[in-house]
């Protein structure tokens, strides 16, 4: 059910995809399409890994249903970020996001913050497998610049809807695996 993880795109295309994206934000930002509402922040999700991360922030952009819904989970560790500084890096946060909410295909993003490995995620929910795909690809290069590599992860979960799989993680196909690979797998959601 969920599709491989690709390569990160080149520098150039990453850079161009993320200008064009920064450019929609600003059209969103000026319509008012762009909202942060309250009502998962604070759910608190368990990963099938033995992990789990508290919401602290929901971003939406106002748009039709999807089409071709699928979720993306993304994961990665911030290089040199302890203590306070995971207070710090969920403040600035909000300011990345003229990375994501312009790409085509985005429809919302729950923001985690870090796991018990130090670990953040990002479960967003995408019109368009391959839009989602593509977005991971240009991120994974932005990520490299201030995460250790080796932790930065995502996963596409086609034909699901965010708000199914919290309200059932069950949903997935194989729901009773655990483990360390299964760090993108939601098992419960309170």
């Known amino acids: 059910m969920t599709t491989t993880e690709q390569a990160p795109l080149p520098a150039r295309a990453a850079v161009r995809d993320l200008a064009r994206c920064a450019a929609t934000?600003?059209?969103?930002?000026?319509?008012?399409?762009?909202?942060?509402?309250?009502?998962?922040?604070?759910?608190?999700?368990?990963?099938?890994?033995?992990?789990?991360?508290?919401?602290?922030?929901?971003?939406?952009v106002d748009r039709p249903p999807p089409q071709e819904p699928c979720v993306l989970v993304v994961e990665f560790r911030l290089r040199g970020v302890h203590g306070w500084g995971h207070a710090a890096f969920r403040a600035e946060s909000l300011l990345n996001t003229p990375l994501f909410v312009g790409f085509p295909g985005y429809v919302s993003k729950l923001w985690l913050a870090h796991d018990q490995r130090g670990m953040y995620r990002g479960l967003y929910e995408w019109d368009g497998s391959a839009r989602a795909e593509a977005y991971a690809r240009a991120l994974s290069w932005v990520l490299a610049l201030v995460c250790q590599r080796s932790s930065i992860h995502h996963r596409v979960l086609p034909r699901l809807r965010r708000d199914d799989l919290l309200h059932d993680p069950a949903v997935l196909d194989g729901g009773s695996q655990n483990g360390a690979g299964q760090w993108w797998r939601p098992v419960a959601a309170a």
């Open 25 to 60: 934000t600003a059209v969103l930002l000026a319509r008012h399409r762009i909202r942060l509402p309250r009502e998962h922040v604070g759910l608190h999700l368990q990963f099938a890994d033995g992990t789990s991360a508290r919401v602290y922030r929901e971003t939406v």
